[in-house]
Nanobody
Framework: QVQLVESGGGLVQAGTSLRLSCVAS????????MAWFRQAPGKEREFVAG????????YSADSVKDRFTISRDNTKNTEYLQMNSLRPEDTAIYYC??????????????????WGRGTQVTVSS
């Protein structure tokens, strides 16, 4: 059984940083595309950043470029999202997701096979 469990969210002030973690269990030893999405109230879920587990290429949305960075520790089956210079518009529930195949970048939510339950990030001004 596959499980993705996010942690690290919270309430922070604008300009500060947070690091989210996603522990994946039950995934086969394939080159999964691991990604972070977010969903703000009243908005659609959007791609934030992602990359292949065994690859070096990383992708991020224009809205977070130069502020958010993804990384992973494959020995711990853990994905990270380092978020710097947070803004109030970054407030959302952040989800970790895994896809076996993606058709294009940014990948659509429909491409993802597994999702975590999300962690809330709230940025106050």
């Amino acid at each position: 059984q596959v499980q993705l469990v996010e942690s690290g969210g919270g309430l922070v002030q604008a300009g500060t940083s947070l690091r989210l973690s996603c522990v994946a269990s039950g995934l086969s030893n394939e080159n999964w595309f691991m990604a972070w999405f977010r969903q703000a109230p009243g908005k659609e879920r959007e791609f934030v950043a992602g990359g292949r587990k065994l690859g070096r290429d990383k992708y991020s949305a224009d809205s977070v470029k130069d502020r958010f960075t993804i990384s992973r520790d494959n020995t711990k089956n853990t994905e990270y999202l380092q978020m710097n210079s947070l803004r109030p518009e970054d407030t959302a529930i952040y989800y970790c997701a895994a896809a076996y195949a993606i058709p294009y970048i940014p990948p659509p939510t429909s491409a993802f096979d597994f999702w975590g339950r999300g962690t809330q990030v709230t940025v106050s001004s």
